[in-house]
């Protein structure tokens, strides 16, 4: 027998209870939606996995009057130390149900259970224990002395990660003393509403977070609630841009972590074997559905023939099929739309003259899959080395001297991400210094943590999340004055540094 | 006998230069009580192109300066404001109908704030900067950067240098390259400030002062994509929101803006407000 | 570079093709040290994911019996007696006396002067490199230390060989490597090689022991591989078994690299053995899925790859018992040896 064709060896959907339908989690309690509730299923089998609600604008005002009102009543009247105790309480909660929620999101998302058991949920515990230990210390996250909550935060989530980005956005909001409406992706609700099973656990006070599920209206009847303070968005870069101008001439501040076109740039120096396998992680971790991923290969020329050779052995070796299967390395794509839109591009990199090289794998009958794909000779002038495909698709190019790595990978309006493989340590850090790109991986890639901050330069976003600046981003100074003496720092985002009064002229629009 | 003055001719700050508009329109500048004071510049949208484009030319030397020799650079300015505190004060008395002594002051405070501003140049990434304990073998470091080009309107009121400073000195500290549009009504500090960086160790390029019409000037400003920043803080009067807006189609980061005594008043935040955070991760191993 | 002309090469010409002159200590300096680095971190993680592979049903019971029949079952105490030779002996034949159907270690592994003992104890069992019995390995050339003149070490190899030994486990100076003298270790290996040649020309088996542990580095791994395979080696093997570190998933993970990108360049095929610290079925199962992924399954034969072992083929015994009977299996159940 073949020992490479490893037996079956799925993760039980034993331990996981799912509803028939769900609701919206507003004010402590699930409710129906008044909009029409859609079904949401598992990627890669197309099986129903249960119902979701719709929340329209009646709902989402519903929920947005349950976070002030749990604001203004509660949350901003408990000391830091007992937010911190909640926070704590789901921390401990997430690593109880560890399991259920990684095979939750894995059905609901189509990623591999190895993932989402290792990766995905240690991090959500990770998160909520990390923002417990500030909410009563906020004198130190920067902002000066006695800083202030913003009030109420809308956030919208995006599908790549999707229980990840819940806690990246509600963990530092609600330590900081801000309630919290969240809207989750569309094809990935489930563990949203798992979660607030868990926030019924903690016994968190009613109206803290409320969660509520639907499309694109639902966000953005969210975003545009007048009754908002904070806006903090991860989605693409086209609906940053909308959010960014749908906030003008309000008071809201806004985080937006948007998309990118990560370069991860091997030089002929690089620890070759873990440089072949940081480009696998950096492009095929997640499907290749990550903002940060390296999605362009910068090689260094001389050696562009033996690494992508290596590439291409090492990426045989990876497995497609079953995200239930522990031994799967490349799970679903997460929607048919996805699926096209990464055909699209890819079908179009052929016809810019790229070369194009798969994976021979065995596509299973049902679901959305798609092969791991690389793209050789492409070009700086190609679509594909610019346009983000946010899927298993790498795009290589070359360079001769490292400054010209360097021009390349800068040459973007992205600047999420990138990589740099060396061996030699002042270059590291010198090519480090010179790439417009708020994470840098220097040997290594898509490493995450919930003390390092996250997030773009340019068309990529603002804003970080994550550590002490990313705890920054829901807070504001304790006072505004002309004195020298106050240090007030928040972090770089869109909104007013302080408000005053907006002329009339202005109140018209 | 009266000597005859030699009026001095108020052109824009460009790439170390003071070129005339390239549309070479002029506006009158008149004094507080409605005297003929000078012919400004008024600045075009190709002016504003052109400031950008000395300004992304002057961004990769100001901001790969060390810290230390941006302090200093800064500090001389201050010592050359010192120095010409005279002109100034004549010049904010003739436009802004002050006292001797309240324009004094305006400088005094204008002069005090740079100085304020440029020790921060070598110390802000110590305070905003830090190590991040992350699990695994990994030195992880955030820092921040210069953002880029930073479009500024300045405050277009009262005490037309200290607005002006204000509103330019934090940008500069942390690297960034600058377009300001000066207060429409008083723009004569603004061009001798001009004078006082092209006589400075400041490069070419990194300030560039307009005068003319913000109203006209800031869009073609707020839709550069090739500007990173946009500082509104003397915007109130114009269309601010719509500027805002057509920032958001680049993605720009942008500051509202500020009125009253306490605008643009002095804050680490200001600085900080013009930088990116950028988190670098090392491995680090033995074997 | 086109792998055949250098696979009818015999090692030295390989190895002067290669190098580009003699194998002296700047040469060989200057070739290894043009080997692409390795970085630990990196290296660790591959390791670690490679281990996460959940091996199970038929593929475990697959894994279980290979691993058997990849086994040097060894002692090398300085108490060893014939006694003690004869019983590991009888229990690399028959590892499971309940189960004559479970598979045969491949190899014994002994002190060159118990190899005559152990010869005799296997009988008609004894391979003599053929397919079907059980092999002996000795370890020689001063082992573990190889702090010796290299007369005595040879004349160890000498004495194995005559003795019967098929195999011969050698171990590099490892003072010499660390103080840069690859020319040295180069030449020991060469000569070593050169003392496996039996009175009828054939030549038995040489593993050459890098002792990583001492090594210390990654790097230092990779190229005393490489050194190791440029100087004749057919086996590279991670340790003696007598200090600590001795193999881990990294370590051999790094030789196994080394070994496919040998393939590669040559079209050799180049064992590896993992000796020391593999104690559990579930720990060797690791090892099995890092080479099938790494340099693929052919390499999953006793000609291209050993687990040097002593207590590990209890576990995996163990194991095997509990998949043929579906219950947990205890200590009375197996045999010591």
Known sequence: ??????????????????????????????????????????PATEQHLAMIATANEADVDAAVSAARHAYDGVWSRLSGSDRGKYLFRIARLVQERARELAVAETLDNGKPIKETRDADIPL???????????????????????????????????WNFPLMMLAWKIAPALAAGNTVVLKPAETTSLTAMLFAEILQQADLP???????????????????????????????????????????????????????????????????????????????????????????????????????????????????????????????????????????????????????????????????????????????????????????????????????????????????????????????LAVADKLRAGVIWANTFNQFDPSSPFGGFKESGYGREGGRHGLAAYLKPALRSGSRSIVAAPENTAAPVSKKTVSAKKAAK | MNRLAIPKTYKLYIGGKFPRSESGRVYEVLSHSGEFLANAAKGSRKDARDAVVAARSAFRGWSGA??????????????????????????IVKSEGTSDSDASAQVDEAIDRWVWYAGWA???????????????????????????????????????????????????????????????????????????????????????????????????????????????????????????????????????????????????SRILAFTELKTVWHTKALL | MTSSPLAAYLPDQRALALIGGEATDANLRRYLHGIPGIDAVGLEARAADLGSRSIKTSSKRWAIDTIIGLIDLTTLEGSDTPGKVRSLVTKALVP????????????????????????TALGSAHAAGGAEGVNVAAVATAFPSGRASLAIKLADVRDAVAAGADEIDMVIDRGAFLAGRFGQVYDEIVAVKEACRRTDGSLAHLKVILETGELNTYDNVRRASWLAILAGGDFIKTSTGKIAPAATLPVTLSMLEVVRDWHHLTGVRIGVKPAGGIRTSK?????????????????????????????????????????????YSGPDYVTID
């Open chain 2, 122 to 268: 070598d110390k802000y990434v110590q305070v905003a900067g830090n190590a991040n304990p992350v699990s695994g073998a990994f030195f992880n470091l955030s820092v921040p950067e210069p953002t880029g080009i930073v479009a500024i309107v300045a405050p277009q009121g009262a005490q037309s240098l200290l607005g002006l400073v204000s509103a330019i000195a934090p940008a500069l500290v942390a690297g960034n390259t600058v377009v300001v549009v000066a207060n429409e009504n008083a723009p004569l500090s603004a061009i001798s400030l001009g004078e006082v960086l092209a006589t400075s160790d400041v490069p070419g390029g990194v300030v560039n002062i307009l005068t003319g019409s913000p109203a006209e000037i800031v869009p073609w400003l707020a839709s550069h994509a090739d500007v990173n920043a946009l500082d509104l803080v003397g915007a109130a009067e114009l269309d601010w929101v719509d500027l805002q807006i057509s920032a958001a189609e680049t993605l720009k980061r942008v500051l509202s803006p500020e009125a009253g005594e306490d605008a643009a008043a002095p804050a680490l």
């Open chain 3, 96 to 119: 499971d006396p309940h189960d004559p159907g479970c598979p045969r270690v491949a190899a014994v592994c002994v002190y060159g002067d118990m190899v005559s003992t152990a010869v």
């Open chain 1, 206 to 428: 009613a109206g803290v977070v409320n969660i509520i599920t639907g499309d694109g209206m639902t966000g953005q009847a969210l975003v545009n609630h007048p009754g908002v303070n904070k806006v903090a968005f991860t989605g693409s870069t086209a609906v940053g841009r909308a959010i960014a101008r749908s906030v003008a001439g309000t008071d809201k501040k806004v985080s937006l972590e948007l998309g990118g076109k990560g370069a991860n740039i091997v030089f002929d120096d690089a620890p070759i074997d873990q440089a072949v396998d940081g480009i696998v992680r950096g492009i095929f971790f997640n499907q290749g559905h990550v903002c940060c991923a390296g999605s362009r290969l910068l090689v260094q020329e001389s050696i562009h023939d033996d690494v992508i050779e290596r590439l291409k052995r090492r990426m045989q070796t990876l497995r497609l099929g079953d995200p239930l299967d522990k031994n799967t390395d490349i799970g679903a794509i997460n929607s048919a739309e996805q699926l096209a839109r990464i055909r699209e591009l890819s079908d179009l990199g052929q016809q810019e003259g790229a070369e194009r090289w798969s994976v021979d794998c065995v596509i299973p009958d049902n679901g959305f899959w798609f092969a791991p794909t690389i793209f050789t000779n492409v070009a700086t002038s190609h679509r594909i080395a610019r346009e983000e495909i946010f899927g298993p698709v790498l795009s290589v190019l070359t360079f001769r001297t490292p400054a010209e790595a360097i021009a390349k990978a800068n040459n973007t309006p992205y600047g999420l991400s990138a990589g740099i493989w060396s061996d030699k340590g002042s270059r590291i």
């Open chain 2, 66 to 91: 060390s810290p230390y020799n941006r302090g200093q650079v800064l500090y001389r300015i201050a010592e050359l404001l010192e120095g010409r505190r005279a002109q100034f004060v004549d010049e």
């Open chain 1, 1 to 42: 027998m073949k020992f490479l064709d490893y037996a079956p060896a799925p993760e039980s959907r034993a331990l996981l209870n799912l509803k028939d339908d769900y609701g919206l989690f507003i004010n402590g309690d699930f409710t129906a939606g008044r909009g029409t509730p859609f079904a949401t299923i598992n």
């Open chain 3, 283 to 327: 720990d060797a199962i690791k090892y099995l899925v890092t080479v099938a992924e790494t340099v693929g399954e052919e390499w999953l034969t006793p000609h291209l790859f050993r687990f040097g072992a002593s207590s590990l083929l209890n576990d995996v015994l163990l194991q095997r018992q509990k998949m043929t009977t579906g219950h």
């Open chain 1, 124 to 158: 959500v515990a990770a998160w909520f224990f990390y923002y417990a230990g500030w909410a009563d210390k906020l004198d130190h996250a920067g902002v000066g002395p006695n800083p202030a909550s913003l009030g109420v935060a809308a956030q919208v989530i995006p």
